[in-house]
Every structure is written in structure tokens, then in C-alpha cells.
């Protein structure tokens, strides 16, 4: 009962996790705004699935083949979004500014 | 239950398409791109457990493995203009066997 409740959280959390990446990826004027927001709640998003389906799963064949692609999501998720962000600013696209941070800089 | 976390997955889905398809640069294009696939990997790991299948937990993992390496292909050829693999040897090896 626990578990089962346990895993509806965190399949509601990740659903939730989901939506708002997705919102932000929408809605976000920058692309690196853009990336930040897709990239951080894809992670998570698909941690907590991952998760609450494990916890539905019990141990089992199952629960490894979840474990499996927890991992490789861990690892290439972040990967993804980085090499991303490296490849567009050295393509030369540059994010963008308001006017207090250009002053700064300059 | 299992039908509203994959009406969630859907719902992102569709924004991430609407990005890809409107997306200025090519790099909103293949994150969008990379964040429909992610869910993609989710939507088929919820739709095994909703069917009572989970086999198809197979089908999620290889997806997941290519999807990264489509991303990381399509950033490649984006960035670079080409592969960068060895075509100037294979250029010079069809021309020495030309010769």
C-alpha cells in the first residue's frame, strides 16, 4: 500500500515534471533558456517515471530492464544537453542579454 | 492512472513537436527533438506496464540508445558540415585503385 502510493507520487511528479519542461521549451524566448529548461526537467522527469514504475514492477526481470534505462538516461541525458549547448555557442549563436548583465560585461 | 501519466507524456510530446516545428534555430529543433524522444522512451516503458506487456521494455531501452545517438549525429553533421570520418582516405583509396 505504501509502495503503491510511493510510486503514484512519483509518477504524478514526473508526469507534472513533464508538462512544465515542455511548457518551457514552448514558451522560453532563448534558446539557451530554452535548453536549460528542457534539459533539466527531462532528467528528472524521467527519473521519477522511471522510478514509480519500478516501484510498480517489484523485483523482477522488469525492474532491471527499468534500471537499465534509468542509467542510460542518467548518463546521456545530461550529455545531450551539453554537447548541445557547446555546439550552439561554437556555431556563434549568442544567448540573449537583458540590459543590466550586457553592462556588466562590457 | 497509468492513462493520465501517458496523457501527460502525450501532452509534452506535442509541445516539443510544436518547438521542433516552429524552432528558429536548428539547435531548438534538436533539442526539441531529443526531449521527443525522451518521452518517447517514457510513453513506451508507461504503455508496456498499462498493457500488462513488459516486454516491450526492450523496444524503450533500444530507443533510448538510438535516440542518443541520432541526437549526437544530427549535432555532428549540423556543427561540422560532414561526419568528419576518414573521406580523404577513402577518396584516395578508390582513385589508387583507379590508378
Excluded at chain 1, 544537453?81 to 550552439?88: E, P, R
Excluded at chain 1, 555557442?89 to 556588466?104: A, N, W
Excluded at chain 2, 540508445?65 to 580523404?88: E, P, R
Aim: net charge positive; proline share 2%.
Amino acid at each position: 500500500m505504501i509502495i503503491d502510493i510511493l510510486s503514484w507520487i512519483c509518477l504524478l511528479a514526473g508526469g507534472a515534471l513533464g508538462i512544465i519542461g515542455g511548457v518551457g521549451l514552448y514558451r522560453f524566448p532563448d534558446f539557451y533558456s530554452r535548453l536549460h529548461a528542457a534539459g533539466i526537467t527531462d532528467t528528472l522527469c524521467a527519473m521519477l517515471i522511471l522510478l514509480g514504475l519500478g516501484l510498480q514492477a517489484g523485483w523482477g526481470i522488469a525492474a532491471f530492464k527499468l534500471a537499465l534505462i534509468f542509467v542510460f538516461l542518467f548518463f546521456t541525458c545530461p550529455t545531450a544537453s551539453h554537447a548541445l549547448a557547446n555546439a550552439a555557442l561554437h556555431s556563434g549563436l549568442k544567448p540573449k542579454l537583458d540590459k543590466s548583465s550586457r553592462e556588466v560585461k562590457s | 492512472m497509468f492513462i493520465a501519466i501517458s496523457l501527460a507524456i502525450l501532452i509534452t510530446m506535442g509541445l516539443a513537436l510544436t518547438r521542433a516545428l516552429a524552432g528558429p534555430t536548428t539547435f531548438d529543433r534538436i533539442a526539441a527533438v531529443n526531449m521527443f524522444g525522451t518521452k518517447t522512451v517514457l510513453l513506451i516503458a508507461v504503455l508496456a506496464f498499462l498493457s500488462g506487456r513488459t516486454d516491450l521494455l526492450d523496444i524503450a531501452l533500444v530507443y533510448a540508445l538510438i535516440n542518443f545517438i541520432g541526437v549526437v549525429a544530427a549535432l555532428k553533421l549540423v556543427t561540422q558540415g560532414n561526419f568528419h570520418t576518414s573521406d580523404k582516405d577513402t577518396i584516395k583509396a578508390e582513385q589508387g585503385e583507379r590508378e
